[in-house]
T-cell receptor
Framework: DQQVKQNSPSLSVQEGRISILNCDYT??????FLWYKKYPAEGPTFLIS???IKDKNEDGRFTVFLNKSAKHLSLHIVPSQPGDSAVYFC????????????WGAGTKLIIKP | ETGVTQTPRHLVMGMTNKKSLKCEQH?????MYWYKQSAKKPLELMFV???????ENNSVPSRFSPECPNSSHLFLHLHTLQPEDSALYLC?????????????FGNGTRLTVT
């Protein structure tokens, strides 16, 4: 059973608008959450992270929100740009360790010009 | 240039073949990882090496055999694979274990088992 779920396989957003990517998790003990971005024919690259002691973390156009009571994580991209078209992976961990990341299946974001 | 180089990019092998995937990192990182990504499924961690010692082995079948001769190189030796092993195999490295040191991935090897 998947502990980290990205229920939308794909999402299409107009350039300049807000993109919201969602991630749900089942294990309330997860302490750290990360987002990675992947272009075709390339490996994933780290985007942003958040620990469970926070409910928001912002880095430029990217903001991650954590709702622990709902076991829900979201990534907001504002404004969306064509270069944001990629697959976005959500990942979670019980500890501050890259060795124990649990990954979602990814959401493909398409930014329309 | 990602700093993590994987070869080959594509590999087709029969079920009786033996082949190896190679990963090299020039980032001075201490940890290296093998991940498997099957279509529309989450990334699955296969193996982790820290300072050339294996620290994680997530119940991977013995037909996959990792080797880490030094902190810059990681191999995945394959033999008698099954068609369901066809997937994208990703290598990654990180400076340390914690999240202040994110994973750096290679571009992957697309493996097809016939």
């Amino acid at each position: 059973d998947q502990q980290v779920k990205q229920n939308s396989p794909s999402l299409s957003v107009q350039e300049g608008r807000i993109s919201i990517l969602n991630c749900d998790y089942t294990n309330s003990m997860f302490d750290y959450f990360l987002w990675y971005k992947k272009y075709p024919a390339e490996g994933p690259t780290f985007l942003i992270s958040i620990s469970s002691i926070k409910d928001k973390n912002e880095d430029g156009r990217f903001t991650v929100f954590l709702n622990k009571s709902a076991k829900h994580l979201s990534l907001h991209i504002v404004p969306s740009q064509p270069g944001d078209s990629a697959v976005y992976f959500c990942a979670a961990s019980l500890t501050n360790s890259n060795y124990q990341l649990i990954w979602g299946a990814g959401t493909k974001l398409i930014i329309k010009p | 240039e990602t700093g993590v180089t994987q070869t080959p990019r594509h590999l087709v092998m029969g079920m009786t073949n033996k082949k190896s995937l190679k990963c090299e990192q020039h980032l001075g990182h201490n940890a290296m990882y093998w991940y498997k990504q099957s279509a529309k499924k989450p990334l699955e961690l296969m193996f982790v090496y820290s300072l050339e010692e294996r620290v994680e082995n997530n119940s991977v079948p013995s037909r996959f055999s990792p080797e880490c001769p030094n902190s810059s190189h990681l191999f995945l030796h394959l033999h008698t694979l099954q068609p369901e092993d066809s997937a994208l195999y990703l290598c990654a490295s990180s400076l340390e274990q914690g999240f202040n040191s994110p994973l750096h991935f290679g571009n992957g090897t697309r493996l097809t088992v016939t």
